[in-house]
């Protein structure tokens, strides 16, 4: 997350009451719970019988709401003031919860979600048209732009409602980012519409992001029942490690100090991103820049690239490349044009060479480093991006971008691992990292059949910080 954001988070903590999660009755799992600010009640008797299954779709069964909000945030508007009607589940500047009669049907919808894509934002409205039967993508924006109007609508019917005011007061404090609820009808539900309809909403921000010259964050409502939040406790063992590894990377020779920095700084802004893109672009800086340095500055670690039996220093390598190119330019070619070809090719190590060569010095013979460059691999996921435009939604189709950012990431914390050891090639143990995880159950709520369900959910600051989208 940008630093604003993080700003932003502190602040929307200060503003949340303690969260308080009642367990919904004996018999049921504890973290069948209301959410923050909420309150659940069942009638006794124990847990609802099994329903038996039926063909109808899943509908959603309407809560009760009571809108007290905070401050700025909108409840009622005159009429002058109201976005324009349009058929979908949750009134403006509202974020209400889902609720099942039986556990079949919310297993069998979690599923049903989970199955359509990998991607989050792709089963976050596919769980929304089907628990609601409403064809459309309500999503939220967050940016530190404050429109003067308090509904704009432009193509493609995409509708965006301010829902944050600013300040009244010259003296009153104004919050660091506005939040606006929008709304983009589909004609269909389909996979295929879906992630055409999440195209056309990313391009539309992205393109007035730049305009605005501020940053925009989207957030696909219901994405975060799918989103597992996690954390990590650290003990002394971890403190102790942490010390152990800053003095190794201290004691790198310069070039080599400033590229692991530089990866882990990498690796620190792809764990910020939302966008399973931007953190697997990031991931990839993070893996090639510290690769190029160690191919270039092989001999000062003493690690030997293509079967050298000593490694060669930086000079010695370059004197090496220009002679090979001389060589190559003295030779007959039918044409100009593959001279210059075969002096760059065979002569001049491409990037993807040399990273190769780095990797295969330091890792062995993996075959994670085939991986990487495979048809349909990372390497061509990222040109995809890069150099063909692909979006979040077309990569998603094509391959499971998550599992390319999980296998990476341990590449990664392996590469550095080596580094700061000098293992090369030898067998390595990655110190495990446990981390706690929850299912959040603010808007997927499987309760049985006598449920009331009361709660404020009014988006604002509170409302955002606990359901994760204010989180770094």
């Not at 609508?153 to 301010?162: A, E, F, L, N």
């Not at 010695?316 to 044409?335: T, V, Y």
């Not at 990476?408 to 090369?424: A, G, Q, S, T, Y």
């Amino acid at each position: 997350m940008d630093p604003r954001f993080a700003k932003m988070f502190a602040a929307a903590l200060a503003l949340t009451e303690p969260h308080r999660l009642l367990a919904v009755d004996a018999g049921w799992p504890s973290w069948w719970c209301a959410s923050a600010r909420a309150e659940a009640m069942l009638d006794r008797g124990g847990p609802p019988a099994r329903a038996e299954k039926s063909s109808r779709p899943l509908k959603l069964r309407r809560q009760r709401r009571r809108t007290t909000g905070m401050a700025r945030c909108v409840r009622s508007m005159p009429d002058e003031l109201a976005p324009p009607t349009v058929n979908r589940f949750n009134p403006w500047g509202q974020w209400n919860p889902f609720a099942f009669s039986t556990m079949e049907e919310y297993l069998a919808f979690t599923k049903e979600c989970k199955e359509a894509s990998a991607d989050l934002d792709v089963q976050a409205t596919v769980a929304y048209a089907r628990a609601t039967q409403h064809e459309g993508i309500e999503f939220v924006l967050l940016s530190e732009y404050w429109d003067n109007a308090r509904t704009r609508t432009y193509g493609g019917g995409i509708t965006v409602v301010r829902v944050t005011d600013p300040p009244t007061e010259p003296h009153e404090p104004r919050p660091l980012v506005c939040i606006y609820d929008g709304w983009l009808p589909l004609e269909e539900t389909t996979i295929t519409a879906v992630r055409s309809g999440l195209r056309k909403l990313q391009d539309v921000v992205d393109f007035l992001a730049y305009q605005y010259g501020v940053p925009v964050r989207t957030y696909i409502k219901y994405r975060e029942a799918f989103d597992r939040i996690s954390w990590r406790d650290t003990t002394d063992d971890d403190d102790a490690r942490f010390r152990d590894r800053l003095t190794r990377v201290l004691d790198l020779p310069d070039a080599l100090r400033t590229a692991v920095l530089r990866c882990t700084h990498w690796h620190q802004n792809a764990e910020r991103q939302v966008r399973t893109t931007d953190h697997f672009l990031s991931l990839w800086l993070a893996i090639e820049s510290l690769a190029l340095v160690l191919y270039e500055n092989s001999g000062v670690i003493h690690l030997p690239l293509d079967g050298e039996s000593v490694p060669l220093t930086k000079r010695q390598r370059r004197a090496a490349q220009e002679a090979r190119i001389e060589q190559i330019l003295l030779q007959d070619f039918p044409s100009a044009s593959e001279r210059v070809s075969a002096a760059y090719f065979d002569g001049v190590k491409t990037l993807r060479r040399r990273v190769e060569a780095a990797l295969r010095a330091v890792l062995g013979d993996d075959v994670r480093i085939g991986w990487l460059y495979s048809r349909g691999g990372p390497n061509e996921m990222r040109g995809k991006l890069v150099h063909e435009g692909w979006s979040e939604v077309d990569v998603a189709h094509a391959c499971d971008l998550g599992d390319y950012c999980h296998r990476i990431d341990l590449l990664i914390k392996e590469l550095i691992e080596r580094v700061l050891f000098r293992n090369w090639g030898n067998p390595i143990e990655l110190p495990r990292k446990r981390f706690t995880m929850r299912m959040d159950p603010t808007n997927m709520i499987p309760i049985g059949t006598g449920i009331r369900f009361e709660g404020d959910f009014t988006i604002g600051y509170p409302l955002l910080a606990h359901k994760g989208v204010l989180r770094f």
